[in-house]
T-cell receptor, first 114, second 113 residues
């Protein structure tokens, strides 16, 4: 089955710096890669996603890149703000199965210091 | 528009007991998935329900069972609780016609003592 590895487990940056979180997946059939932000006491919230027919996607300060050959995908946050502090999860799935099952990474705790 | 509602928010159970967790999906959604999130880990897929049937199941024992009602709400039941069942249980709803559009609830924190 699919396995998703995520690094780093913790990331501390200064406000205004950029943050990069990296994930690798094992199943070449995976074709959908969402990123979730989880704040304390809340459920995961989708912040951006990418499908395997696209190499990069941007949404304001957030971008995701995908390298299908290497089975890598990354989340980039620019101009970080204290409110970006949270746990971020990457996930992968195969949309062709018709099932909506996500396999998550182990999470990255991002701390943005003022 | 209410999102996904889960109840209770917290509960404490004793080993060997049984527990039922409840989920009301986002308005308009017809599919409910359940995930287990152990402390410091990513969510793990338990199972998914659509049209009151279990569509797919993750690597969880039969002690974990579920149900979906005609109004699309769902229950997760866990029997013979183990200490290792302590976790945050997340419900996510979506539309079967849209491959992905998961909306997660805030979860139920289960502690087994």
């Amino acid at each position: 089955g699919e396995n998703v590895e995520q690094h780093p487990s913790t990331l501390s940056v200064q406000e205004g710096d950029s943050a990069v979180i990296k994930c690798t997946y094992s199943d070449s059939a995976s074709n959908y890669f969402p990123w979730y932000k989880q704040e304390l006491g809340k459920g995961p919230q989708l912040i951006i996603d990418i499908r395997s027919n696209v190499g990069e996607k941007k949404d304001q300060r957030i971008a995701v890149t995908l390298n299908k050959t290497a089975k890598h995908f990354s989340l980039h946050i620019t101009e970080t703000q204290p409110e970006d502090s949270a746990v971020y999860f990457c996930a992968a799935s195969d949309e062709n199965t018709g099932f909506q099952k996500l396999v998550f990474g182990t999470g990255t705790r991002l701390l943005v210091s003022p | 528009d209410a999102g996904v509602t889960q109840s209770p928010t917290h509960l404490i159970k004793t080993r060997g007991q049984q527990v039922t967790l409840r989920c009301s999906p986002k308005s308009g959604h017809d599919t409910v998935s359940w995930y287990q999130q152990a402390l410091g880990q990513g969510p793990q897929f338990i199972f998914q329900y659509y049209e009151e049937e279990e569509r797919q199941r993750g690597n969880f024992p039969d002690r974990f069972s579920g149900h979906q009602f005609p109004n699309y709400s769902s229950e997760l039941n866990v029997n013979a609780l183990l200490l290792g069942d302590s976790a945050l249980y997340l419900c996510a709803s979506s539309l079967i016609s849209q491959t992905y559009g998961y909306t997660f609830g805030s979860g139920t924190r289960l502690t087994v003592v």
